[in-house]
């Protein structure tokens, strides 16, 4: 399977010298020059880009854009405090001496393992376990915060001016790991774990150095944006403790990646010590999106018979003498549950208890979108396609700036596809036109946007937006051949035209770019 390919930080990847017999070389942004210390601020976003791809290309990265956007969502509000003291600028495209804070981007992976790795330039997946893991959100933000600290510190640059052989190898150890997967998931493994017997070893010190660093950069950035600074000192001495019990084969990931040690929990203790008592605690609350996505994730985190049925089980059980709160959020959960059992009746009367707790929680207002959804969602287990697209427009209307709407308004355009009436597709259309100007990286939203210009016969429209999705995973070739189509397809105006040809110029400078710069 996908899952198991846990890449880490990059500092778990350093020094995987091992080729993967078979599989074509991709290509890598240039470095630089031979006499520049470190990666320039370009060549960093350009390299984690190139990995990414691989990632994307191997299905590593999850689409669930109800959880991504969540992740965003909280995630900016760290970055925010990363731009205040300095070590982010705000401006798209970043600078010369500054990442950008726009160009970080937070993808879900689907593996039930407690993970996060953060890629050069800006790219952080998270690993599903470690959000059902965490206990609070702010346990959940001090690891992306921390993930956050190894990129703006530019760890990866840093790496490369002290060790340039060591990196040369950890580049093109990142991008051969995750394009293993796609071709042999058993490759993949064994690629990491023999890297990591020979990298940790070797630079052990300076991964210490970073891991102390990024630490101290992430607890300011946490506490900073109101969350509970004791959130990252919790995590690590958990992790920590159940680090006593594992073999280190079968220790948490995170844990195994991002080596804790005593020095490092008494440090955050003692930062956290620094603090009032007012500053120690978070100024806001856990959002409730956090309680009920991770609910949601829990629900589903196995998709067998027995695996739903034993969590059903489990969140009955979590029902007794439950608070209204964590009550509605369980309720949520089963009905994940039981529609992934196709089980829609039974979906339907969770949700309604949801929203009942959440009633005598005092949390409606936060919780609409999520239950509009999730009642989208039970529709389309029905069948009830004209049902689906008109909670996608309840959505759009009431919710416009909720985590949910992304992904209401393509299940909606989905029904659309489905029903095949003309003012439907259109409808689908603009819904889908909305979610690609909002989202440009929505790969699955540039796919339904093709099927549903392919059925109103606009040709030209359809391999437009095939070309953006094959664009999302670095297929520049397939890319440029969906363009030139759209080109030849007789049916666009001269704006839309010129459109393409300017698109055409960028996907072509890209190719060269991919094909001037192959692996070591």
Known sequence: MITRICLAAWLGLAQIAVPVSGHAQAGLPALGEASVDELSLVAERRLGQAVFHELVRAGAVFDDPELQDYLQAQAWRLLRVAVSQGSLTDRLGGSAAALSAQEFYFFPVRDNSINAFALPGGWVGVHTGLVTAAQTESEL????????GHVTQRHIARMFGEQRQASAWMIAAAVLAAAAASQSADAAAGVLSLGQTVAVRQQLAFSQNAEREADRVGFSMLTGAGFDGRGMVGLFEKLMQAGRFYESSQAPTWLRTHPLTSERVADMR?????????????SVKDSVEFAWIRARLMAQADQ???????????MREGLKGAAPAKAAALHYGMAWAHLARRDPLSAADAASQARQQALAAGQSQWVEALLTHLEQATAWAQQDYRRVMSLGQDLLDRHARSVSLRAGLRLAARAGLESRQPDDLNQSLQRLQLVVDRWPSDAEAWRLLASTNGQLNRRAAAHAASAERYALSGGWQAAIEQMEMARRAGDADFVMLSKIDARLSVLRRRLQEAKANPLP
């Open 141 to 148: 933000m001090s690891v992306l915060a921390h993930e956050i």
């Open 304 to 314: 067998s018979v027995d695996g739903l049925n034993r969590m059903l089980g489990l």
């Open 270 to 282: 003692g930062r956290l010590g620094l603090m009032g008592p007012s500053q120690q605690q978070a």
